[in-house]
């Protein structure tokens, strides 16, 4: 069974940085793409950024380009989010997101992070 | 970019009662690109259908999916009172940004 549990989140002042943790398991973690996908209090799914199987490919939204930076490590099947410069509008839950296709077929319970000072 | 307008924003319906949500994309999208996620209070989303019609492992039979180009719609037969959530469409684009819908909101009447 698929699991996928993210740790790292917490406050942070603005300008702060966090690094964010998915730990996977039950499944072929050097297999597929992964994704962060957040959702600030009480508001939509927004996509955050994805790495391909291999790690050599990632994206980001324009939202967070330049700030935060996405990678994996298949030896330990984790991935993180470097999260840097980090602003009130960065406040949400994060979810760690199993890509399948072009569908999301598994999600994390989510890590919240909140920007305050 | 490729905009996902999801109506209504709120459905009020009874148990029993079928739902129609509608996902309306801003041009032509590939419904092999389309999905449809649910999303319970403080729970993560899960995945409903994708392909456009196709359902998830697991998802029951009164959920179905359909439509192409810009227009895309969950169908709920018979509402089970654990059906009430919100509902987001997803596109995946072949090149970012990834959207979602805003969601639409089905709450008991």
């Known amino acids: 069974q698929v699991q996928l549990v993210e740790s790292g989140g917490g406050l942070v002042k603005p300008g702060g940085s966090l690094r964010l943790s998915c730990a996977a398991s039950?499944?072929?973690?050097?297999?597929?793409?992964m994704s962060w996908i957040r959702q600030a209090p009480g508001k939509g799914l927004e996509w955050v950024s994805y790495?391909?199987?291999?790690?050599?490919?990632?994206s980001y939204a324009d939202s967070v380009k330049g700030r935060f930076t996405i990678s994996r490590d298949s030896s330990k099947k984790s991935l993180y989010l470097q999260m840097n410069s980090l602003r009130a509008e960065d406040t949400a839950v994060y979810y760690c997101?199993?890509?399948?296709?072009?569908?999301?077929?598994?999600w994390g319970q989510g890590t919240l992070v909140t920007v305050s000072s | 970019e490729i905009v996902l307008t999801q109506s209504p924003g709120t459905l009020s319906l009874s148990p029993g009662e079928g739902a129609t949500l509608s996902c309306r994309a801003s041009?032509?999208?590939?419904?092999?690109?389309l999905a449809w996620y649910q999303q319970k209070p403080g729970q993560a989303p899960r995945l409903l259908i994708y392909?456009?019609?196709s359902r998830a492992t697991g998802i029951p039979d009164r959920f179905s999916g359909s439509g192409s180009g810009t227009d895309f719609t969950l169908t709920i037969s018979r509402l089970e009172p654990e059906d009430f959530a919100v509902y987001y469409c997803?596109?995946?684009?072949?090149?970012?940004?990834?959207?979602f819908g805003q969601g639409t909101r089905l709450e008991i009447k």
């Open positions: 790495i391909s199987a291999s790690g050599s490919t990632m």
């Open positions: 392909g456009a019609s």
């Open positions: 041009q032509s999208v590939s419904s092999s690109h």
């Open positions: 997101v199993k890509e399948r296709g072009y569908t999301y077929d598994s």
């Open positions: 997803h596109h995946y684009g072949s090149s970012p940004p990834i959207t």
């Open positions: 039950g499944f072929t973690f050097g297999s597929f793409y």
